[in-house]
């Protein structure tokens, strides 16, 4: 019999929206992508290699936005960033998303080697410095006692339980003070406005940014061009529901930066149709609930779950984001009773379809 042909991909929505920049810019060199507004990359040494940054001119120096991984490269980087970007112009300020460490990772490097404040939302600072202190074992006791319930062998546990400890190793010192950055803040770079809107579900306070004057939207993690960002549960809060708060961003997105704005997201190339795009984001989130619901016809373990929602093969650093991820799909459904869990005599929580 003959192998059934592979179904063609759908046309994904993303397929509806428009990248005027068909490449990044090389390693050390930058693009303008607006007035006043240019474009850097940094490779990261993960599955996702790379992130995009932003340099936003304010006229007599410049704001930088997210810092990089902490690694040599970067560093390195960054000096020829000084050299050949900055047309001989200080730079005056780091603004960053979010504290995960591709974007906070160099932030006590920069403002301490350029002498200069970090500004970004409080919960994300206090996250931050959290994470790169709480290295205690009671701090890793909490997740292993996380991931025991998810029903995962010792060994998978073992390969990402260490979250906490990875943290300090991929930033810098978190500096010990900081500039905050509010919902609605209006921060001014040069001539330009920049609206602070604040998205969660993918990182606790994190700050987006939108120019009405350049109709530009600097979109940090919240909404990516190709892959879907990542929305997890952790062991610091093991009953929020980190889906149901990524989604009401999204909407509140929709609503409040028109279809208009040219999006720089950190990840992949900036493009035009951010509606589209977050319409295809909750469509694809819809579509993995039901998936999650039709597994757990019979009671089934986390993970058990994991692999129908991550059918592809994952190194450790995917899994802790795959298991986290899947848990923030069941949290959802048990809060709108989708679902309901129950405790096996070995601690392990198993779900079943209501
Ligand atoms: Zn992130």
Redesign the pocket.
Same mark, same amino acid.
């Given at each position: 019999m003959r192998q059934r042909e592979k179904p063609m991909t759908p046309p994904d929505a993303s397929g509806a929206l428009s990248f005027p920049h068909a490449t990044p810019p090389a390693p050390g060199a930058v693009t303008s992508v607006a007035p006043g507004v240019k474009w850097l990359r940094m490779p990261l040494p993960f599955a996702l290699d790379h992130i995009n940054l932003w340099l936003l001119d304010e006229g007599d120096g410049w704001t930088i936005v997210d810092s990089g991984l902490n690694t040599e490269t970067t560093k390195q980087l960054w000096g020829e960033i000084f050299l050949n970007a900055l047309e001989g112009k200080p730079v005056k300020r780091l603004l960053v998303t979010?504290f995960?460490p591709d +974007?906070m990772g160099l932030a006590g490097w920069l403002t301490e080697t350029l002498g200069i404040p970090l500004w970004c939302t409080e919960t994300e600072w206090l996250f931050a410095r959290l994470l790169s202190l709480d290295e205690s074992a009671a701090f890793m006791e909490n997740a292993q006692e996380f991931y025991r319930r998810t029903g995962m062998d010792e060994a998978m546990r073992a390969a990402f339980a260490g979250r906490g400890t990875t943290y300090s190793k991929r930033v810098t010192q978190i500096p010990h003070r900081y500039t905050r950055i509010g919902d609605g803040a209006v921060v001014q770079v040069g001539r330009q406005e920049w609206r602070v809107v604040v998205a969660r579900g +993918?990182?606790p306070e994190h700050a987006c940014l939108y120019s009405p004057g350049l109709d530009l939207f600097i979109a940090g993690?919240q909404v990516l061009p190709k892959i879907s960002p990542n929305v997890s549960l952790w062991p610091q809060e093991p009953e929020g529901d980190p889906l149901a708060l990524y989604l009401a961003s999204l909407a509140r997105l929709k609503r409040e930066i028109p279809e208009t704005a040219f999006v720089l997201p950190s990840h992949g190339l900036p493009f035009h149709g951010l509606h589209r795009r977050i319409d295809r984001l909750a469509a694809h989130h819809e579509e993995r609930l039901k998936e999650v619901e039709a597994a757990c016809e019979t009671p089934r373990t986390t993970a058990e779950i994991v692999p129908v929602l991550f059918r592809r093969e994952l190194d450790a650093h995917q899994l802790g984001f795959a298991v986290g991820e899947t848990l923030a799909h069941i949290q959802y459904l048990l809060n709108l009773g989708r679902l309901s869990r129950e405790t096996r005599p070995d601690g392990v929580y198993t779900y079943r379809r209501v």
């Open positions: 979010h995960h +974007h +993918h990182a993690d």
